[in-house]
């Protein structure tokens, strides 16, 4: 069931999940810094990230004695980060339309 399996995913971790897919070399230092984040906050989206399996971590060689890793969205985190988009798109909507509807007296 889509509900048990991602009740900690929130829309901070929506956001990791589109900047780790698009920059998989990335550290959580740089997501910090595009995110506007704490280090620990990253850290914490990370690991939920991984606990629900929408991530893993992958060690590459950059250079001979200088590994590094990526953070790989996994086929189930694709799946799910276009249904979580969705979702949060309709959630942003709903909230506009009732913010609009309020100030502009349809309530």
Do not use: W
Request: hydrophobic share 35%; proline share 3%; glycine share 6%.
């Amino acid at each position: 069931n889509f509900m048990s399996d991602n009740k900690k995913i929130n829309e901070d971790d929506l956001k990791v999940l589109h900047l780790v897919h698009t920059n998989p070399e990335i550290s959580q230092r740089g997501i910090a810094q595009q995110m506007g984040f704490s280090l620990g906050k990253v850290n914490y989206c990370i690991k939920a990230l991984t606990e629900v399996g929408f991530i893993k971590l992958q060690n590459f060689s950059k250079s001979k004695n200088k590994p590094g890793y990526l953070y790989v969205l996994t086929p189930k985190g694709i799946k799910e980060k276009t249904i979580l988009t969705k979702r949060f798109l309709q959630i942003k909507q709903l909230e506009y339309e009732k913010l609009y509807n309020y100030f502009n007296g349809n309530k």
